[in-house]
Nanobody
Framework: QVQLVESGGGLVQAGGSLRLSCAAS????????VGWFRQAPGKVREFVGV????????RYIDSVKGRFTISRDNAKNTVYLQMNSLKSEDTAVYHC?????????????????WGQGTQVTVTS
């Protein structure tokens, strides 16, 4: 059974930092690209960023470029989302998702497996 479990969310002041983790089990993790998506209250879920299965390529939406960094540790079956200089508009539930042999897709439909999400709240 494939599981993706996010952790690391919480309450932080604007300008602060958080690191989210996405721990995977039940799949050959090193063959999956892992993306991060977020959904703010009353809004559709949006793509945030992705790391390819090799761990050599990343892609981000413009609003987080220079602030967010995705990395992966295949030995731990974990992907990280380091979020710096957080803004109130980053408040959302953050989900990770996995795509086999993924090529850094921003499309939700590309991803086969999803985590339940972790809440990030940024106060101003």
């Amino acid at each position: 059974q494939v599981q993706l479990v996010e952790s690391g969310g919480g309450l932080v002041q604007a300008g602060g930092s958080l690191r989210l983790s996405c721990a995977a089990s039940g799949l050959t993790f090193s063959t999956y690209a892992v993306g991060w998506f977020r959904q703010a209250p009353g809004k559709v879920r949006e793509f945030v960023g992705v790391v390819d299965w090799r761990g050599t390529s990343t892609r981000y939406i413009d609003s987080v470029k220079g602030r967010f960094t995705i990395s992966r540790d295949n030995a731990k079956n974990t992907v990280y989302l380091q979020m710096n200089s957080l803004k109130s508009e980053d408040t959302a539930v953050y989900h990770c998702a996995a795509e086999r042999w993924g090529s850094n897709s921003y499309s939700e439909s590309s991803y086969q497996f999803w985590g339940q999400g972790t809440q990030v709240t940024v106060t101003s």
